[in-house]
Structures are given as structure tokens and as C-alpha cells.
């Protein structure tokens, strides 16, 4: 969308911390969408249409606010470099997505009890999520982290720090899913999705493309397809310990090698 390096002004930063703001609640809240659309198809939950739609209304409205309000804002959203950035973290992508899958199916043995209609398991099972991780590397990755990253600029550890925030408020804005859930669950789950965020944040910054993490993002929602299959979609408790002490390990040593290492040689 914008070439690299240009400096942006304060005033951009405060248009992209607005939009940031706004994405994020109206994607939490559903807003506007939630008001007016009720769509019943099949056995579809028809609060997906209204997310979805939701999602890509604010999608639009995001990407033209960025390039009108914030043009030197880099969010690198062209295709370039994606290959190379699937190249280099192609085997911790897969880790990501074969521990994923493997969770969320082991911890729904003997409770599978119901059989989805084929628009269920496309639209709730992977439409819905393409939206999903479009608008929350949108907002996350994009915005806060880009905004925390131009905040401390004058830090050697910008970056760093920038990818560590941004990913923990990401892990604690899904605590508002979380409530009614056992303190083991939401403690599992809050460290997998900062984990998560981490991930994301350093396959982004180190292959300059946001699409990279959308495509992961959205890989690893997918996995979370056999949901589909029970009529009573709760994650169980060894699928969030194995999600949660699994994504943390990779989000570590992705940071470690890619920015405590270096900033430890720097130091001898």
C-alpha cells in the first residue's frame, strides 16, 4: 500500500490510533451489524452472517481510512515478499497448524455428537475465519503494533517491545470470550493467544507483509473446523494446556532467535 520508510507524523499516528480503536470495538461488538442483520440459512448460527458481514464492512472502511488518513503509515499489505516470508518460517507454520488441529480434535474425542449441513462446516468452519484473521492483523499487527513500534522509535528495542505489547493486549481482549470459563482455561487460553500474537507478530515484522499472518492466522482457525461437529463447542482442558504450552514455545524461540540472540551478540 505505501512504500517503506517514509516518517509519519504525529498527526497520522493519532488517525491510526482512532482507527485502530474503532476496529476493534465495533469488531467486539459486532457493531453495526448486530442491529439489523438476522439471517436464518440452514442450521447455521446467525450471528456468523452478522460478523461476517460486520467484519468486512469495517475491513473496507479500514483499509481506505489507513490510505487517506495515515499514507506513510507502512503496513505493508502488497504481496511482496510473502513467499520469502513463507520460506524462511514455512516449518514453524506448520508446527502451529498440525499442533492446532491435533488439540482441538483430541480434545473432542467421545463428545462429537451431532452432523453439521455442508453450508455449517464451510461457512462457520472457514468463511467466517478468512474475516476473522483479515481484520484482527488488520488492527493488531498493522495498526497497534506499527503505533507501539513508532512510539518507542527511540528505543534499539522497538520492535521488540512493540510485538510484546501489541500481542498481550490481543491475548487480554479475548478475555471478554473467555467469561464463565474456569480460571485453568482462561489462564491456557490468555497465554496461547499472546503466544499466538508474539508468532504472528514476528513472522510479520520479519517478512515485511501482513499477509503472511492472516494466512496463518486464518490456518489455524480452520483447525478449529471439528467445533462444527458438537452441539456444545467448549474447548477442553488438555486442548488448552497443549495449545497454550505449545504456542508459547514457538512464539519464544521465534523471539529469541530472531531478536534477543541478536541484541545478546550486540552486547559482546
Not at 496461547?192 to 507483509?209: D, P, R
Not at 478449529?224 to 495449545?243: L, M
Amino acid at each position: 500500500m505505501n512504500t517503506e520508510n517514509k516518517t509519519v507524523s504525529i498527526k497520522e499516528l493519532i488517525f491510526a490510533s482512532i482507527i485502530c480503536i474503532v476496529l476493534a470495538a465495533c469488531d467486539t461488538l459486532c457493531f453495526p451489524a448486530s442491529l439489523f442483520i438476522n439471517i436464518l440459512l440452514s442450521d447455521i448460527t446467525p450471528i456468523y452472517f452478522a460478523l461476517m458481514i460486520n467484519q468486512w464492512f469495517w475491513i473496507i472502511v479500514g483499509i481506505i481510512a489507513i490510505r487517506f488518513l495515515c499514507p506513510n503509515l507502512t503496513i505493508y499489505l502488497k504481496l511482496k515478499y510473502f513467499k520469502n516470508g513463507w520460506k524462511n518460517f514455512w516449518l514453524s507454520i506448520i508446527i502451529m497448524i498440525c499442533v492446532s488441529a491435533l488439540a482441538f480434535s483430541l480434545g473432542l474425542i467421545g463428545k462429537y455428537n451431532y452432523t453439521p449441513s455442508v453450508e455449517k462446516v464451510v461457512i462457520e468452519g472457514f468463511i467466517y475465519y478468512i474475516s476473522v484473521a483479515i481484520i484482527e492483523e488488520l488492527y493488531i499487527r498493522a495498526l497497534l503494533l506499527n503505533i507501539i513500534e513508532r512510539i518507542a522509535c527511540k528505543s534499539k528495542h522497538a520492535t521488540l517491545i512493540a510485538i510484546i505489547v501489541s500481542s498481550a493486549l490481543f491475548g487480554l481482549g479475548h478475555i471478554i470470550g473467555m467469561i464463565g470459563q474456569d480460571v485453568l482455561t482462561i489462564i491456557c487460553r490468555v497465554i496461547w493467544t499472546i503466544s499466538l500474537g508474539i508468532y504472528l507478530g514476528v513472522i510479520y515484522k520479519k517478512s515485511n507483509n501482513l499477509w503472511l499472518p492472516i494466512v496463518v492466522h486464518a490456518l489455524v482457525d480452520f483447525c478449529s473446523v471439528c467445533y462444527c461437529f458438537v452441539t456444545t463447542p467448549i474447548f477442553s482442558t488438555a486442548t488448552v494446556i497443549i495449545i497454550a504450552v505449545s504456542y508459547f514455545a514457538v512464539a519464544m524461540l521465534l523471539l529469541y532467535i530472531h531478536y534477543i540472540k541478536p541484541s545478546l551478540k550486540g552486547k559482546i
